[in-house]
């Protein structure tokens, strides 16, 4: 299996500050990578395909980005709406894997 | 509007079988791959396998080989997810989704059921 190792876990940060999340891949994955947002009690949502395409409707604030094997989520702008977990997800393989999650909280 | 609708939660007892079913609206359901996977407590995403709901193909985790059935039927527009031998390990929440962005089932999951909570317990 592809193995996806997200870091941080968690972090906290403030409205307005810049974060990034990073998804290391065990192998090449050719930027088939997705990311989503969960809420508490709600399904993950879509943010990112394909490394760095926007999903329709999602804020511009979030791109996505690769170097090498290693994909980033960035958030540039933190708004309150954003305080979530994040998931990266790799669809390369025959059975997608997904990264352990990074809550981002409110310092 | 496109949207998937699981079936409500279970509670099983250990050894016993579990059926979830997934209704899709707003496309073709033939049309994409849908791909179920389930979120633990305290665990990652796990992908239980997907279906071809055109073809009836299927491909399933490894670590549900033989306990694992994945159907799809086309009048109903209604996917189901088979899981038997049940064990409390297997409590969570089980999601299907669609993989509509990318090539069959290489594709990010764009559309997602809302999730039937899994409840394994003597």
């Known amino acids: 299996d592809i193995q996806m190792t997200q870091s941080p876990s968690s972090l906290s940060a403030s409205v307005g500050d810049r974060v990034t999340v990073t998804c290391r891949a065990s192998e090449d994955i050719y930027k088939s990578v997705a990311w989503y947002q969960q809420v508490p009690g709600k399904a993950p949502k879509v943010l990112l395909y394909a490394a760095s395409i926007l999903e329709s409707g999602v804020p511009s604030r979030f791109s996505g980005s690769v170097s090498g094997t290693t994909y980033s989520l960035t958030i540039s702008s933190l708004q309150p709406e954003d305080f979530a977990t994040y998931y990266c997800?790799?669809?390369?393989?025959?059975?997608?894997?997904f990264g352990g999650g990074t809550k981002v909280e409110i310092k | 509007q496109v949207h998937l609708v699981q079936s409500g939660a279970e509670v099983k007892k250990p050894g016993a079988s579990l059926k979830v079913s997934c209704k899709t609206f707003?496309?073709?359901?033939?049309?994409?791959?849908l791909v179920w996977v389930r979120q633990a407590p305290g665990q990652r995403f796990e992908c239980l396998g997907w279906?071809?709901?055109?073809?009836?193909?299927?491909q399933y985790g490894q670590a549900f080989q033989g306990r694992v059935s994945l159907t799809g039927d086309r009048s109903l527009s209604t996917a189901f997810m088979d899981l038997s031998r049940l064990t409390s390990d297997d409590t969570a929440i089980y999601y299907c989704?669609?993989?509509?962005?990318?090539?069959?089932?290489?594709?990010?999951?764009?559309?997602w059921g809302q999730g039937t909570v899994v409840i394994v317990s003597s």
């Open positions: 997800q790799q669809y390369y393989s025959l059975l997608a894997t």
């Open positions: 279906i071809n709901p055109y073809t009836g193909e299927t």
């Open positions: 989704a669609r993989a509509g962005r990318g090539y069959e089932h290489h594709g990010a999951l764009d559309v």
């Open positions: 707003g496309y073709t359901f033939s049309a994409y791959h």
